[in-house]
Antibody, heavy 120, light 108 residues
Framework: QVELVESGGGLVKPGGSLRLSCAAS????????MSWVRQAPGKGLEWLSN????????YYADSVKGRFTISRDNAKNSLYLQMDSLRAEDTAVYYC?????????????WGHGTLVTVSS | AIRMTQSPSSLSASTGDRVTITCRAS??????LAWYQQNPGKAPKLLIR???TLQGGVPSRFSGSGSGTDFTLTISGLQSEDFATYYC??????????FGQGTKVEIK
């Protein structure tokens, strides 16, 4: 069964950095695009970034472009999100999600999320 | 970027009711539309993809329709476990793959 487990969240000061990880299991990780989606407290869902199976095809939302970097390590079945220059408005639960097969970029499996709090 | 607009933002309904949520895209997205259900404190769950294809394991009381720019999610015979927030999301073309703002279905 597909499982996605995020880690790395926590409290960080404005301007600081954090690296999120997502451990994947139960499927051929390298064959799927993967994404990060976040949800600020009491707010809706915001797609942030995705990456192709061979670590190509990287796209970012305007809100994080130039500050966040997505990557993956297929040998470790892991997805990452390096977050730099963090701002208070980046406070949210961060989910990793598996994209659908091929060009179907809906999200068929989600992790439980990891909370990032940006505050001084 | 394509904007997704859901309506209503919230609704009150009773168990057994038929509920319809609409989602409008700011431009043509063919049928590249997904619906998700989210319960408080939980991750979203994929309900429908391709505007009308039910994801495996999702009860048949959920249905989706539409193409182009206008879409609907219908729950026929609301059950207690269906009181949640629902989001649409487009996946047409290149990112960003934006979500609607959500529709909270509450108990009347």
């Amino acid at each position: 069964q597909v499982e996605l487990v995020e880690s790395g969240g926590g409290l960080v000061k404005p301007g600081g950095s954090l690296r999120l990880s997502c451990a994947a299991s139960g499927f051929r990780f390298s064959e799927f695009f993967m994404s990060w989606v976040r949800q600020a407290p009491g707010k809706g869902l915001e797609w942030l970034s995705n990456v192709g199976g061979d670590d190509n095809g990287k796209y970012y939302a305007d809100s994080v472009k130039g500050r966040f970097t997505i990557s993956r390590d297929n040998a470790k079945n892991s997805l990452y999100l390096q977050m730099d220059s963090l701002r208070a408005e980046d406070t949210a639960v961060y989910y990793c999600a598996r994209n659908g097969p091929g060009i179907d970029n809906y999200f068929d499996f989600w992790g439980h999320g990891t909370l990032v709090t940006v505050s001084s | 970027a394509i904007r997704m607009t859901q309506s209503p933002s919230s609704l009150s309904a009773s168990t057994g009711d038929r509920v319809t949520i609409t989602c409008r895209a700011s431009q043509f997205i063919n049928s590249y539309l997904a619906w998700y259900q989210q319960n408080p404190g939980k991750a979203p769950k994929l309900l429908i993809r391709g505007a009308s294809t039910l994801q495996g394991g999702v009860p048949s009381r959920f249905s989706g329709s539409g193409s182009g720019t206008d879409f609907t999610l219908t729950i026929s015979g609301l059950q207690s476990e269906d009181f949640a927030t629902y989001y649409c999301q487009h996946y047409y073309g290149y990112p960003p793959y934006t979500f609607g703002q959500g529709t909270k279905v509450e108990i009347k």
